[in-house]
């Protein structure tokens, strides 16, 4: 395998958050997380304008990891503890 074309990893959950609005989404987000166990990945679909950067800083407040970010689809694996 290449290292230039690895493979994303395997979504543990799935979620369609459609056009919801930030604070929604992310209230929403931290309660999906938080019942994910440590490592697994949630694959999220976030039509809003703005995920593009509220997740990524979510993701770095929260110590969660964005693994891959291609608007409207986003791989967020949960952190450790």
């Known amino acids: ?6 493979e994303a990893p395997r979504a543990d959950a799935v979620w369609d958050a459609g056009d919801l609005a930030c604070g929604e989404l ?3 987000l931290y309660g999906r997380m ?3 166990r440590p490592g697994e990945v949630l ?4 039509l ?5 950067a509220d997740l990524p800083a979510w ?6 990891t964005l693994l891959a970010a291609d608007h409207p689809v986003y791989l967020i694996r949960r952190k450790e503890h």
């Open 59 to 64: 993701c770095r407040l929260t110590g969660h």
């Open 26 to 28: 992310i209230l929403t």
């Open 34 to 36: 938080h019942a994910m």
């Open 43 to 46: 694959r999220l679909v976030a």
């Open 48 to 52: 809003d304008s703005g995920a593009p």
């Open 1 to 6: 395998m290449s290292e230039s074309r690895a």
